[in-house]
């Protein structure tokens, strides 16, 4: 379960989630958006350009 911590958003996904492959964004224990990983669209909430931007950088690098 990768949990990462990047401009005060917390990304976390689980490993053998259910499909499509996501990532569920918080902010002070609030759920922000729960990101689709596949078609990159949110499935649930919005994303700020922020997030997106660091989505973009943890999925480049890996982390996601």
Known sequence: MPKVRRG??????W???HSP???HVYRDGVQV???DLESWQ???GQAPARVEKLLRELV?????
Do not use: S
């Open 8 to 13: 005060g958003y917390v990304f976390i996904a």
């Open 15 to 17: 490993t053998g989630d």
């Open 21 to 23: 492959r996501h990532v």
């Open 33 to 35: 958006v729960k990101w």
């Open 42 to 44: 949110p499935m649930k």
């Open 60 to 64: 480049q690098k890996g982390t996601l």
